[in-house]
């Protein structure tokens, strides 16, 4: 993780909240090469799970929602953590996450010397496990207290009970509040989804790992409204298309990169379940800090709609034109995390190897989130003509891409710099393009392959068209063929 969160900062994905005040420990700021990253992963999102599904519309609701929505959604009375208090350091811990950290420990067997044991182990030298505080060895903690993680704030300029309101724990309770203006203005059938992408807040107790938990973050979440008395194969809807979206959900992680070995799927057991789910199921992905969750997809059933409708006193069902009946109709939730997703792609990408004897950083990024697509590299910046071709080039790009231009080092050092932030295909100009000493350039241009380093000159003309091809999913290989004199590959 020290290494991402370095290569973060760096360059330009994730700074620190604040940093020049000492930072937040639990909010961070995506920088110019972050911001592209998050919003290619939201486009992509919105790209396949609404805009190409003929069943799903978008919505982008207001953060600040009236009081009673949490408290008919349960999140006043259920969303909270158990919480335990150092009473000698005072840090304040998740009581369920006391066990899962490495404590310190000053042994007794070796005269008191400190020690950092490893989570749920015993200490190598006097054997006894964590009763004390995991961060300071030293004081007692206080019994479980259950501790609500909406963050409160007023509403108008009167701080008073009245005013008081949350910010959204989460963005799917605006699908709920909605569902009757989404299914009248849109004229909707079940079954049907309504997405949004937005920002929610939780009062985490232990926030960390990087952006993997934050006190305000993002999330990409899509509620899946199907007709309970419906039956999909011979079983109800509501479970034949919860299957449905794990399977989508999982395949999409993977079709943008993230490898399968470091997904799996990991059911709730009973016992801690939602309070309004039937069945979750949460995709895990291999982070730095071990196996955690990515994303959750969980059965709602009808329990946030029958709940709306009891506190609103408006009815939110459905008119069943088969059946002539009122239906509420039951849920199924892909709930993900944008910056988790984020983190996931960062990791899953990231590789160092060895080229001609040097250590090389690459981002192999999926060409469609790669922050920036290509780089227009100078081989030489103190050549006008060079320069000028570079930057009519961009511009010429920066129409249909997002696209980068750099001429403050040497090539080597430029080509390992893109490689680093996950740049697909770089483009340099040289002396042969541009001609030297009177002598006519051929106007061609060196396109390189990030992940292969391969590198072929094509005519300039032909960028805009070889970049759409390879931008949008064709094959390295194929254009390099293609633009390989027939002597260099009889010589090959
Ligand atoms: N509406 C259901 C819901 O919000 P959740 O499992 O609590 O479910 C969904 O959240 C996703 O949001 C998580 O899988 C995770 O990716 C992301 N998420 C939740 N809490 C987060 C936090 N504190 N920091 C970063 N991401 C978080």
Not at 78 to 100: G, Q
Not at 439 to 451: A, C, F, H, L, P
Request: glycine share 6%; proline share 5%; with cysteine.
């Amino acid at each position: 993780m020290d290494v991402l969160v370095s290569l973060c900062k760096r360059r330009g994905f994730v700074f620190q909240s604040s940093e020049i005040y000492g930072g937040t420990g639990s909010c961070w700021d995506y920088g110019p090469l972050g911001v592209e990253l998050k919003n290619n992963i939201k486009r992509l999102w919105w790209r396949d799970f609404v805009q190409r599904r003929p069943d799903v519309v978008g919505i982008d609701a207001s953060i600040l929602m009236h009081p009673n929505v949490w408290r008919a959604s349960g999140h006043v009375e259920n969303f909270t953590d158990p919480m335990v208090d150092c009473r000698e350091c005072k840090h304040r811990f998740r009581a369920d996450h006391v066990d899962a950290m490495p404590w310190v420990h000053y042994c007794a067997a070796t005269k008191g010397n400190k020690f950092t044991v490893k989570p749920g182990e015993p200490c190598g030298h006097c054997g006894e496990r964590r009763s004390l505080c995991p961060q300071c060895g030293k004081g007692t903690l206080t019994a479980p207290r259950q501790f609500n993680l909406m963050f409160k704030t007023f509403m108008g300029p009167v701080e008073e009970d009245a005013a008081v309101t949350y910010l959204r724990p989460e963005t799917a309770q605006a699908m709920f509040v909605n569902f009757d203006n989404v299914l009248q203005s849109m004229r909707l059938k079940l079954p049907f989804g309504i997405a949004q992408q937005g920002r929610s807040f939780r009062n985490e107790i232990t926030p960390g790992n990087f952006i993997f938990r934050t006190r305000e973050f993002e999330q990409m979440e899509l509620e899946y409204f199907v007709n309970p008395r419906d039956t999909v194969d011979g079983r109800p809807a509501d479970e034949h298309w919860h299957d449905r979206w794990i399977e989508d959900c999982l395949a999409w992680y993977k079709r943008y990169g993230l490898r399968a070995e470091n997904l799996q799927l990991r059911e709730h057991e009973k016992d801690e379940l939602a309070h309004y789910a039937k069945r979750t199921v949460d995709i895990e992905y291999r982070f730095p800090i071990g196996w955690s969750e990515l994303m959750g997809i969980a059965n709602r059933t009808d329990y946030d709609l029958k709940q709306h409708a009891k506190v609103s006193g408006k009815s939110l069902t459905y008119f069943d034109e088969e059946r002539k009946d009122h239906v509420v109709p039951f849920v199924v939730e892909p709930a993900a995390g944008v910056d988790r997703s984020l983190l996931a792609f960062l990791s899953d990408a990231y590789q160092e190897e060895e080229v001609r004897g040097e250590k090389r950083v690459v981002l192999r990024l999926h060409p469609e989130l790669a922050p920036v697509k290509v780089a227009i590299l100078p081989l030489l910046k103190k050549r006008d003509e060079i320069v000028r071709a570079c930057h009519a080039i961009r511009d010429e790009l920066a129409r249909s891409w997002s696209v980068a231009y750099d001429d403050t080092a040497a090539i080597g050092r430029l080509y390992r710099r893109q490689d680093e932030v996950g740049t697909p295909y770089c483009v340099t100009v040289d002396v042969q393009t541009v001609g030297d000493a009177g002598e006519q350039g051929d106007d061609r241009v060196t396109i390189r392959d990030r992940d292969s380093m391969e590198q072929v000159r094509v005519p300039r003309a032909e960028l805009v068209p070889v970049f759409r091809e390879l931008l949008e999913g064709g094959a390295w290989k194929d254009v390099a063929a293609r633009f390989t004199p027939a002597a260099a590959k009889d010589s090959a």
